[in-house]
């Protein structure tokens, strides 16, 4: 059976990890979270003392940046330079400085590339704001997911209290109202719907109907 590219996007908190990583593994797919790439680059400027203002700061820190993932017990982890960061890139800090970063072109150019390299054989279901429009715009079937922002703003705020990380929820609303502003008004490759996506909002939908009804669209796309 030939197999296809999915592409999720949307905004942020809006369940779209959690609908990829389900349907990555119902079709036996790999994932790929391609905002955890974008999360990794910023933590790495951030410790690193790197002024995402000055290009050739950027242009010589990309070079040295080395992201891959590796599943360990079940978890798609994200490694910065061989070192596990999948804890540290859901720091709010992170989330705070993370929006600006990637409006920066050479940095969305070095991680496209990267991302376009793991789509090559399909079989991939990719989460994030540029998905169906510039790096898999041939992506078999394209998912726009939206919510109600209270609703995304509590949903992180449980995840965040899960993963036993303390935060604000007025803090939340906040970060996600901004980085809606900044992903959707950004002048490369803004969050926007593809054309040809189909739009899910799952602000009164359980996870399982929301899968039910995208798996559906996996099939149809399958099955040609
Ligand atoms: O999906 P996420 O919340 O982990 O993404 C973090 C940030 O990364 C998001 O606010 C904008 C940026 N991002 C992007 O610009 N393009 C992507 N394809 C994925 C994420």
Redesign the pocket.
Known sequence: MSKIIVAIDGY??CG?STLAKAMAKQLHYAYLD???M??AVTLYFMNNGVDYQVPEAVESALANISIHFERINGENCTFLNGENVERAIRDMRVSDL??PV?TISAVRRAMVRQQQSMGRRRGIVA?????GTVVFPDAELKIFLTADIDVRTSRRHLELAAKGIDANWDEIHHNLQE?DRI?STRDDSPLRRAEDAVIIDNTLLSEQQQLAKAMGLANERISG
């Open positions: 942020s908190s779209k391609s905002g955890a974008y999360r993370v929006s990637s989460d994030g704001r540029d998905i980085r992903d």
